[in-house]
């Protein structure tokens, strides 16, 4: 890309510029899926391919504090090698290596079919001129199930990339051919243009070569390597294994090392690195190492304790709990059981988080007392209700005896009126409360 090349990273991405963290990262997922070369027709890949790279660099720039700081002040222009800051933008190969050792952690994930995986523009790699480092690294999301980060799983997948010509070793040309060196850049491997930037405004910029590809010599047709056509590289598949560990967590970000394509221009080709998202679950929410889900009970299970299976674990096991009342202890609705031990694996431990199970009671259906010898057999065990005491001075003069109707929720609790107090709006607050914390819990 071109110093001077006019981009807006959030349009890439379909968010506002004061889009949190959260909402860059959620717009990233759904524009990477959907434009992923592999889940398009074949005479579609190439466009596909180009807008996935498109919204890679995007979410890599925009979900880094510093990086987005920068776009926001500078533009695109402060990526490029004397940049608005004067310097070299920041090498995300080199804060991989530094995170990772400049190794593969042990892989993780599974993807079946990546071929033409798109590189990352913005993850290291080397702009028109540059030579030698390490290649471009490849970001991938990857959905992983709870049932597999508790479990772990090993995955083997093909994965087609390119490699360095083994006919030319790289060079593009037949043997003893020397390349010619480019007229057009005169062998600098670039070229400068003038572009409009306004009504009667244009600016300089530069760019690579489109004769001889920025590398400053080339082939004519007939000294071009018959493998390669004087491409230098050719499409290869690759089988590659992945590891999950059991409990890893999501967003955690697995290397394998070297496995990007190769370029004859670099050192070292760079990583495919894994980013992993964890699918919502249908029973289980995770905080941490720690699990929560809900046990429904019976109202005789809440007034007299049970001995049965609750629920299914994540490795197919069942969970059974025998609860026994004391004389006279109920469990009540929202009441939680903390059950040690059995929450998500930690890594590199064989120890493990707790599970949490809210309690919900399910109160028996209408008519279920069939008549008032029924209705009288449970008033004698359950406790004597007791009638209201008022204080002193506090006696109603008058008591009316009236009517009622029962109603689910709060729906109606102000009419039409606009008061900000009436039913459905505080109603909405809490809904909007409670699906917060349970964001921040999963």
């Known amino acids: 890309m071109s110093a001077t090349e006019e981009v807006d990273l959030y349009e890439v991405l379909g968010i506002s510029k004061g889009a949190s963290k959260a909402e860059v990262k959620k717009a990233y997922h759904r524009a990477a899926l959907s434009s992923h070369p592999d889940k398009v027709a074949e005479d579609q890949r190439e466009e596909a391919d180009v807008k996935f790279k498109s919204v890679s660099q995007a979410y890599e720039i925009l979900s880094d504090d510093d990086n987005r700081e920068r776009y926001d002040r500078h533009g695109m222009a402060a990526f490029e090698k004397g940049g608005a800051n004067g310097g070299p933008g920041p090498d995300l190969d080199d ?50 199930t709870l049932e597999e980060l508790y479990k772990g799983k090993t995955t083997r ?26 007229d057009s850049c005169k062998g600098r491997g670039q070229t400068t243009r003038l572009r409009p930037v306004g009504p009667g405004l244009v600016t300089q910029e530069t760019v690579a070569c489109s004769t001889c590809s920025g590398r400053g010599s080339f082939f004519s047709d007939k000294d071009k390597c018959k493998k390669c056509k004087g491409v230098r590289t050719v499409s290869a598949k690759k089988i ?16 394998l090392a070297g496995e990007a394509d190769q370029d004859p221009d670099d050192d070292a080709p760079g990583d495919i690195v894994f980013e992993l998202v964890e699918e919502v679950h249908k029973t289980f929410h995770r905080a941490g190492a720690d699990l929560q889900a809900q046990l429904e009970i019976t109202l005789a299970e809440a007034l007299t304790g049970f001995h049965r299976v609750v629920l299914t674990h994540l490795d197919g096991r069942g969970i059974s709990l025998h609860v026994q009342q004391p004389q006279g202890q109920v469990l009540r609705p929202d009441e ?21 199970l809210t309690l919900k009671v399910n109160f028996p259906e209408d008519g279920w007392l069939k008549d008032q010898a029924a ?60 699906g917060g914390a349970q964001c921040q819990q999963q």
């Open 95 to 144: 804060i991989l290596a530094q995170m990772f050792g400049g190794g593969g952690m042990p892989g993780m994930g599974g993807m079946g079919g990546m071929g033409g995986m798109g590189g990352m523009p913005g993850m290291g790699g080397h702009g028109p001129g540059r030579k030698g480092g390490k290649g471009k690294s490849e970001l991938q999301q990857y959905e992983v």
């Open 157 to 182: 997948f093909a994965s087609t990339k390119k490699v360095i010509c083994e006919h030319c070793k790289g060079t593009g040309g037949k043997d003893k051919v020397k390349p010619k060196p480019c």
């Open 240 to 255: 590659l294994e992945l590891y999950i560990p059991r409990g890893s967590r999501e967003g955690e970000r697995i290397v």
């Open 336 to 356: 939680v059981l903390k059950i040690p031990g059995e929450g998500m694996p930690l890594k590199r431990a064989d120890t493990k988080g707790d599970l949490y």
């Open 375 to 434: 209705v009288d057999r449970v008033k004698a065990v359950l406790p004597k209700s007791e009638p209201v005491s008022y204080k002193p001075g506090e006696t109603p003069e008058v008591v009316d005896e009236v009517d009622f109707i029962t109603v689910q929720n709060m729906e109606g609790f102000g009419g039409a009126s606009d008061d900000p107090r009436a039913g459905g709006e505080w109603e909405d607050d809490e809904d909007e409360e409670a």
